[in-house]
């Protein structure tokens, strides 16, 4: 990891206690529920932005504290509130780095997860 990298995740970590995040009580499911599930949204969402450091298999975490695995419909279960006020909706601090998720995916993840990750 650069140098550079290394002081932009130091500075998120210290500003994010500072900023207000959305939580997954101030978005509940909409109540027609949702048409995304595991398999069409939420295992590839968590593959392509989470699972190179939030994967069990993964040699180098980067940073990302050991039991927090999203490596399956369960495991996201489990976390899907953390998950939510980090990456969903208007919460942008995971994950960190340039190759971020899009707005429509970041609001289709929290759906998804208000709706309890089906």
């Known amino acids: 990891m650069g140098r550079a990298r290394l002081h932009a995740l130091i500075l998120v970590a210290m500003l994010a206690p500072a ?3 959305t939580t997954i009580d101030e978005r509940p499911c909409p109540p027609e529920g ?3 599930t595991y398999e ?3 295992k590839g969402f968590m593959d392509q932005h989470c699972q190179g450091c ?3 298999p993964s040699k180098d975490r980067k940073g990302a504290p050991s039991g927090y695995d999203f490596g399956s419909a369960e495991d996201v279960r489990r976390w899907r509130s ?3 006020s980090r990456a969903a909706a208007d919460n942008t601090t995971m994950p960190p780095g340039p190759d971020d998720p ?3 995916e970041r609001e289709k993840l929290a759906e998804w997860l208000a709706c309890g990750a089906p």
């Open 54 to 56: 939030h994967g069990v």
């Open 19 to 21: 900023c207000k995040e």
């Open 102 to 104: 899009p707005r429509d």
């Open 82 to 84: 953390r998950i939510f």
């Open 34 to 36: 949702t048409t995304l």
């Open 40 to 42: 069409s949204f939420g």
